[in-house]
């Protein structure tokens, strides 16, 4: 049985990485066995992987013909920051009152991790980087209910982020400056401050998803009716246009 678990966790950790750096293209269909193959992993611990991915909204899977990888959109990630911007602010205070001293102490290894990294050449590793952040935040507020509603919410928001990255190495020292105050302030017991920094985090989130905006409506051409300027933003999205990453 652990054996299984093991593989099930192993075929999530690589499907995930996959969707989150666009090698499993944005809008695609695959069949269950071009993962297998992907994963190196067999049917049961791929089927397992792919029923939690498609909890969190990851993935859409339809019975005998594939398992859709949904586009990315701007629309669809400010809606996923307002409510993410409320969850999040509840995640820390609970955290900041209910973390153990261990999980405090993490927090602030976490926090001195994420200094420097502004000059990484390795983007997959700072992705698992945020999700330990994530996963930290969750334990730490004690709540099993919280898990539910935030892994979408994280997971898909920090898909739609690492698509658009414009200019690397600042925005890698700006979500890195705010990820680390929240981790500060949850680590010494601030409630109000975590609070703040989880605010200023998302508003930072936000931001860019309204730049990554500017960006598409700037490379379409000035004769495009709202229907076009749909469908090109959600085709910006999910080739991350204009990214360099």
């Given amino acids: 049985m652990p054996a299984t678990i093991n593989k099930a966790d192993q075929a999530y950790d690589k499907l995930e990485r996959m969707i989150t750096f666009q090698e499993l293209a944005p809008g695609s269909m695959v069949s269950e066995g071009t993962l297998m193959e992907l994963t190196g992993l067999g049917r049961s611990p791929v089927r397992d992987a ?10 859409e899977i339809h019975p005998r013909r ?3 990888v949904p586009p990315i959109s701007v629309e669809v990630q400010l809606k996923l920051l307002e409510l993410r911007r409320s ?8 955290a900041s009152h209910r973390a153990t001293p261990a999980q405090r102490e993490a927090m602030l290894q976490l926090a001195d991790e994420l200094e420097g990294v502004g000059d990484t050449d390795d983007l997959r590793a700072y ?5 330990r952040i994530h ?3 969750v334990s730490a507020a004690q709540n099993e209910y919280l898990q539910l509603a935030m892994a979408p919410l994280q997971g898909l928001s920090r898909r739609f982020w690492f698509a658009n990255l414009k200019d690397r190495a600042a925005e890698l020292r700006a979500a890195s400056r ?7 302030a949850i680590g010494g017991g601030d409630e109000q401050a975590a609070a ?15 730049r990554t905006l500017r960006r598409v409506d700037e490379h379409m051409p000035k004769r495009t009716t709202a229907k076009e300027a749909k469908k090109a933003r959600g085709r910006a999205g999910s080739r991350g246009l204009p990214a360099e990453v």
């Avoid at 992705?127 to 999700?131: D, P």
């Avoid at 705010?178 to 500060?184: D, F, G, P």
């Fill in 66 to 68: 594939g398992v859709i």
């Fill in 196 to 210: 703040a920094a989880s605010l200023a985090l998302n508003d930072y989130l936000s931001e860019f998803a309204y």
């Fill in 87 to 94: 969850v999040e602010e509840l995640a820390v205070r609970m």
């Fill in 127 to 131: 992705g698992q980087l945020l999700k």
């Fill in 50 to 59: 792919l029923q939690r991915l498609a909890w969190e909204r990851m993935v």
């Fill in 178 to 184: 705010l990820h680390a105050a929240t981790l500060r």
């Fill in 135 to 137: 996963q930290l935040i």
